[in-house]
């Protein structure tokens, strides 16, 4: 009888001792494998909303729990621990709530799609504008083409315009000259108190519908000493004609490109009689032309009609005239 409960005092506290060394390995392997899975979740949990800010899904509440209800998983613990300590006593199952579904990836899809149909509806809203404003732009172009048209129109009315108006100033040019001026034969002389260098002169004679004067004889060559001389009297006033040897020194032309045939240049005035004549020229009126290439052009003297040459850009008097 002793050796029996010698033999209950030694096997039973290790068997004892057996299923509790049991009971703490199997709740040191459930806190590790409930470790990886609360890791697990945790990993879910930050890649689903890495997906969420990327995809723009709306951001879960706060009271969805992915993880589950960690009152129930106390209280699971608390329970197994309970039922470490007591021994043999059943375990309680606490109720269970089931977490939030996670988006799935059919979810994931058709929210894709929807943005994808938003995007494809904002593009057609992009090219309806587009086509309005191609056709605001084609209007315009075709509204710039006419109304270039019209300006064109416009400038061939505006040149037509001014060569009427050119026809008539040079048509009321030759009348004021001839009703104005001397007439003789077949063409009038005017003098204008302008002063204007040769090729300005020559412009505005054309401008009025004559040119510079060109005596062809000696028959106008004398009409038109008596206008300048009445015209201009008491004084000497050098006149611009239409005489010049521009082209060619020595060769004196008009300004209609005719070769000169008459001429009245100044001559120095002969010594008195009986006095010794000089070699040396006369100091205030020498011979004429004696500019040579520098001085190309012909003035008419007022007083007696003489020629002269003067630089073409000297200002003087001009006189015009025009056919009658």
């Known amino acids: 009888m002793h050796a029996v ?20 390995a199997e709740r040191e392997w459930e806190g590790a494998w409930g470790g990886s899975q609360e890791e697990e979740r945790e990993r879910e949990a930050l890649m689903l909303k890495h997906l969420q800010d990327a995809l723009g899904l709306p951001a879960r509440s706060a009271d969805e729990n992915p993880e589950g209800n960690p009152e129930g998983k106390g209280a699971w613990a608390t329970e197994k621990d309970g039922k470490g300590e007591e021994g043999e006593e059943e375990p309680t199952t606490t109720p269970y709530f089931s977490p939030s579904p996670s988006p799935t990836s059919e979810d994931t899809f058709t929210y894709i799609l929807g ?7 904002g593009l057609h809203q992009v090219h309806v504008r587009l086509h309005a404003l191609d056709t605001r732009v084609a209007e315009l172009s075709r509204g710039l083409r006419q109304l270039r048209e019209v300006a064109g129109d416009n400038r061939d009315t505006l040149q037509a315009l001014k060569e009427a108006q050119s026809r008539s100033e040079r048509e009321h040019g030759r009348l004021e000259g001839c009703l104005k001026g001397v007439r003789l034969g077949h063409k009038c002389f005017l003098l204008s108190r302008d002063f204007e ?22 028959q106008q060559m004398e009409a038109l000493t008596r206008y300048l001389r009445a015209a201009l009297a008491p004084y000497n006033w050098p006149v611009w004609l ?14 209609n490109g005719q070769r000169v045939s008459f001429f009245a240049w100044h001559r120095a005035p002969s010594p008195e009689p009986g006095a010794r004549p000089s070699a040396a020229p006369h ?7 004696n500019g040579g290439t520098l001085e190309n052009c012909v003035a008419q003297a007022s007083d ?3 020629w002269w040459d003067h630089d073409c850009e000297r200002r003087l008097y001009y006189v015009c005239e025009f056919p009658f």
């Open 5 to 24: 409960w010698l033999l209950g005092a030694l096997v039973v506290p290790q068997l004892l001792g057996f299923r509790h060394g049991a009971w703490g």
């Open 115 to 121: 943005r994808l149909a938003g995007l494809d509806a």
């Open 197 to 218: 260098a040769q090729a300005a002169a020559q412009a505005r004679c054309v401008a009025r519908g004559g040119s510079l004067a060109q005596p062809a004889d000696r």
């Open 242 to 255: 239409g005489v010049h040897d521009r082209r060619a020194e020595g060769l004196y032309l008009f300004e």
């Open 283 to 289: 100091p205030l009126s020498p011979n004429q032309p």
């Open 304 to 306: 007696d009609g003489s």
